[in-house]
């Protein structure tokens, strides 16, 4: 399983352990680096090259804003960067050669793709991505920031789904003019994989409580085997301490804009996930500060956490950058790259603190690049 470690300093996060040089006692001779040590530099000066998709709407100027900062940082990255466009309906080859790319690279960075609304139009570019690589677990994590006002404080939150199934099966047809059905895909064995994604992550990152979101008492089969596989998972880590609870979620919509606070790790089909990260978003300032992933056996991909196409700010120089660079963030964590993730976070929570330079999502007036700017000026 791909390591699973959060990309913002947020509660229990997993940070390399510090590295001391060997002593001796009885001699006066220098100290030497650790092997340790020396693999960690090793691996700090290797340059890992990561397939780029800055995707529609705002993706190409959130993406040249992390090649901006990684480039002043010095982060040992290459870019393989791959203009997919789901505009574009005869992008076959070169949805071919982007996924060809990933599957070389096993890590990408990727801004949203658009998705047609007509039923004329393709299937999700992002969708058949992800169940092509199988990278089935989805990771939004929602807190606050200091330097952006919040209706409420305490938010910490990761909200975990299942990307591989259940209403984006994509499984529909049209069974009689003006009649359709829309296959629903629940599988136990996808379910208990995505629960113990969700145990696993609480385990490594010092959470608490998993709340399983479903709607089984309307569907009974479908949201019921969910939620039965994740009581089932949850006996395998009673030992750890993490305790498991489960909200329907209508109610888990309305208790998240009124006590957001009691959730920790909420794991839930694809759906649910797509529409509760959006709330949460709102919660702490919007889509523009909500870093994601999504993970599995052999590949993982970062992006925004809540899969915005950002259309009607396309070029025009406002969007906000942060959501996109903290997820690059999470990425350089992935690699093992803490000293780099560290320096750039860092840098993205004082610029966003200090309050000098603020794009307008969070009530400020500067533009993409210049809040960019302050980010190097930062670091």
Not at 53 to 80: H, M, N, R, T, Y
Not at 327 to 349: F, P, Q, W
């Given at each position: 399983m791909l390591k699973l470690v959060h990309?913002?300093?947020?509660?229990?996060?997993?940070?390399?352990?510090?590295?001391?040089?060997?002593?001796?006692?009885?001699?006066?001779?220098?100290?030497?680096?650790?092997?340790?040590?020396?693999?960690?530099?090793?691996?700090?000066?290797?340059?890992?090259?990561?397939?780029?998709?800055?995707?529609?709407?705002?993706?190409?100027?959130?993406?040249?804003?992390?090649?901006?900062?990684?480039?002043?940082?010095?982060?040992?990255?290459?870019?393989?960067?791959?203009?997919?466009?789901?505009?574009?309906?005869?992008?076959?080859?070169?949805?071919?050669?982007?996924?060809?790319?990933?599957?070389?690279n096993k890590v990408g960075l990727k801004g949203t793709l658009y998705t047609p609304v007509s039923k004329l139009g393709h299937a999700s570019f992002n969708v058949s991505m992800r169940k092509d690589l199988d990278i089935y677990g989805s990771i939004s994590l929602v807190r606050n920031i200091p330097g952006v006002p919040s209706r409420f404080q305490g938010i910490d939150l990761a909200i975990i789904r299942e990307n591989t199934e259940g209403e984006y099966s994509g499984l529909e047809h049209q069974s009689f003019?003006?009649?359709?059905?829309?296959?629903?895909?629940?599988?136990?064995?996808?379910?208990?994989?995505?629960?113990?994604?969700?145990?696993d992550f609480?385990?490594?990152?010092?959470?608490?409580?998993?709340?399983?979101?479903?709607?089984?008492?309307?569907?009974?089969?479908?949201?019921?085997?969910?939620?039965e596989t994740c009581r089932d998972i949850?006996?395998?880590?009673?030992?750890?301490?993490?305790?498991?609870?489960?909200?329907?979620?209508?109610?888990?919509?309305?208790?998240?804009?009124?006590?957001?606070?009691?959730?920790?790790?909420?794991?839930m089909p694809n759906l649910y996930g797509s529409i509760l990260s959006n709330v949460g978003a709102g919660l702490v300032g919007g889509p523009g500060l909500i870093p994601g992933a999504n993970m599995g056996r052999e590949f993982a991909v970062f992006e925004p956490g809540c899969r915005h196409v950002g259309a009607d700010i396309s070029g025009s120089n406002v969007a906000n950058p942060t959501a996109m660079i903290l997820?690059?963030?999470?990425?350089?964590?992935?690699?093992?790259?803490?000293?780099?993730?560290?320096?750039?976070?860092?840098?993205?929570?004082r610029t966003i603190e200090s309050g000098k330079v603020k794009t307008r999502d969070v009530g400020g007036s500067n533009s993409t690049s210049e809040f960019t700017d302050a980010i190097i000026s930062a670091l």
């Open positions: 990309g913002t300093p947020l509660r229990g996060n997993i940070v390399a352990k510090a590295l001391t040089t060997r002593t001796f006692a009885t001699t006066n001779v220098a100290l030497q680096p650790s092997l340790a040590q020396q693999a960690r530099e090793k691996r700090d000066k290797t340059v890992n090259t990561v397939t780029l998709i800055p995707g529609d709407g705002v993706g190409k100027e959130l993406s040249e804003a992390v090649k901006a900062v990684f480039a002043a940082s010095k982060a040992p990255i290459e870019w393989e960067q791959f203009d997919l466009s789901g505009h574009v309906t005869s992008g076959d080859t070169l949805m071919k050669d982007t996924l060809e790319s990933l599957r070389r003019p003006g009649v359709v059905e829309s296959l629903k895909i629940v599988t136990r064995a996808k379910t208990e994989r995505i629960a113990r994604f969700a145990f609480a385990l490594r990152n010092n959470r608490k409580k998993v709340t399983c979101i479903h709607k089984a008492n309307i569907m009974k089969l479908g949201d019921g085997l969910f939620l949850a006996k395998e880590y009673e030992g750890s301490g993490i305790t498991l609870n489960d909200m329907i979620v209508d109610n888990a919509s309305m208790q998240l804009v009124s006590r957001p606070q009691q959730f920790d790790v909420m794991v997820s690059s963030v999470m990425m350089l964590r992935h690699l093992g790259l803490e000293e780099h993730a560290n320096r750039i976070s860092n840098a993205v929570y």
